[in-house]
């Protein structure tokens, strides 16, 4: 064998060899991996590593006269923890599927394959026939070498048909995943038969688990980003659905007595507490981002009702230059109540609310400051769980809220926007 195709070979092995080991780490330091996901990816990164390891042990000890049969041991080893990784990918494949693996037909054919090849491969440990090691440690193929390859190629026939026929209950990433799981040591199979001696299967095997990883890994992600969008629309709904009965309750009681007082009043009272609660309720089904003037109107139409309500306790003042742009239902409006809230205090000062927007380099900050009797420390670790629920909403668009004191006193709470997620 010529030195480079050996340095070739070495190169090939040390990569493969600290490609699973980062795979390894990945999997076992990633959260948001579901468990039985993360299981397999243990596994499979641990076969890989013992799969090259084996290798590139082969490749250095051979070099050593002393190490006697090390060529022939770490071959066998090599051989056996790769036959492994195919009815391995097969079992998470059906999980995934949401089939009973111990009852999977295609599982128990895997199976019966694999004992087949490994009954072949300790024959082959007594025989020429196979394959075999002269006392140079030069390996040859035998006239039965092709015997050896056939459970293996039988085991990824079975595998490709399993897949192919399940495709529909896999997502198109996942089905993309394990269709080049399989595919790639088919090429490197090719590729080794035209360029005999060089280890392309264990870069190929490698490769293909890293783009596996890789593949499953985002199409979690992407559920789980899902998952928790949708949990936070859900708690925007139940929040939209338990709003204050001491609120609608004294709402209708101030519209009752503007109706004899005040009867023009009365009816925008009731227009504003009308707006206020269409706008809540439809706010339950818009999953999608709306224009911050949606949100500005609908603020403005519960501050109406509140103004009413407190009289010469309650004082508001806008200044919103820039509207056009997007951000989740239910942002500024829980703000600007949960303010009220702690705010209005018949026995205190007035409470005075400002509500303002401006543009900053690439983001767009919506401040609310109020000069109530402002937070504790424990409201600061602790936030309301709307603030929490904006919070959780706004992070998925890459943005960010922030509570801080309000020079002066008070509380200042500062909505921060990426103009590049925020397009009107």
Known sequence: MTDWITLINFSIAAA?????????TLA?????????????????????????GSNLTGQILIRYPNAVRADKIMLFLESLFSSLLLPLLLCYMLHVCGEDIKKSLPMRAAAVLWLLYFALLCITQFTTQIYYFTPDHVYHRGPWYPVLLITPAMTIFLSLMALIRRRKKLSAR?????????????????FQMFFYGIYAIVLGTVLSSVFLFLFILSDQMERFAQTAEENARQRASIMVLQMRPHFIYNTMMSIYYLCRQDPEKAQQVTLDFSSYLRRNFTAIVR??????????EHTRAYLAVEQVRFGGSLFVAFDTPCTQFRLPPLTLQPIVENAVKHGVDP??????????TREEKKRILITVEDDGPG??????DEPHVALNNIRER??????????SQRPGGGTRVTVIVPRAQAGA
């Not at 076992?28 to 090259?52: D, G």
């Not at 026995?347 to 303002?356: K, Q, R, T, Y």
């Not at 937070?375 to 600061?380: P, Y």
């Not at 706004?394 to 509570?403: A, F, P, T």
Request: hydrophobic fraction near 55%; charged fraction near 15%.
């Open 16 to 24: 493969g060899f600290l490609l699973a080991l980062l795979g390894l």
């Open 287 to 296: 999953e999608e981002s709306i224009p911050f003037s949606e949100e500005l």
């Open 347 to 356: 026995e205190l000062s007035p409470l005075h609310i400002a509500v303002s």
């Open 28 to 52: 076992l330091i990633n959260r948001t991996m579901e468990q039985w996901s993360k299981r397999f990816f243990t596994q499979l990164f641990s076969l890989l590593i013992l799969y090259v």
């Open 174 to 190: 996942q089905f993309i995943a394990f269709l080049i799981y399989l595919a790639t040591p088919l090429l490197a199979i090719l």
């Open 375 to 380: 937070f504790g420390a424990a409201d600061n």
């Open 394 to 403: 706004l992070r998925m668009m890459r943005g960010e809220l922030k509570i």
